[in-house]
């Protein structure tokens, strides 16, 4: 079974930085695509950036474009997100996901989730 473990999250100040990282198991990791998505308290998860089975390509959500970058690690079957530029609106629980194929496709091809990491900005 695929097991997707999100560590990193932490509080930080508007203007900062973090990185979450996603250890993936069971899964020929470097077979297929990965994503975050996020929720926010009271809303629907929403997606945040995937990157293809190699990493050469990656795509981002409007919100976070030129502010968040993925990237992986397909020797440590990893996938890390670092955050820059933190703003309130990215307060959220951060997941990795597994995609069903080696590109960035649809956001609904996504699945298996983790069991998320908080992240919370603050003003």
């Known amino acids: 079974a695929v097991h997707l473990v999100e560590s990193g999250g932490a509080l930080v100040q508007a203007g900062g930085s973090l990185r979450l990282s996603c250890a993936a198991s069971?899964?020929?990791?470097?077979?297929?695509?990965m994503a975050w998505f996020r929720q926010a308290p009271g809303k629907e998860r929403e997606e945040v950036s995937c990157?293809?089975?190699?990493?050469?390509?990656?795509k981002y959500s409007d919100s976070v474009k030129g502010r968040f970058i993925i990237s992986r690690d397909n020797e440590k079957n990893t996938v890390d997100l670092q955050l820059n530029s933190l703003e309130v609106e990215d307060t959220a629980i951060y997941y990795c996901?597994?995609?069903?194929?080696?590109?960035?496709?649809?956001?609904?091809?996504?699945?298996?989730w983790g069991q998320g990491t908080q992240v919370a900005v603050s003003s």
């Open positions: 996901a597994k995609g069903q194929w080696a590109g960035c496709r649809a956001w609904s091809d996504f699945g298996d």
């Open positions: 069971g899964l020929r990791f470097g077979d297929y695509a």
């Open positions: 990157i293809s089975k190699r990493g050469q390509t990656t």
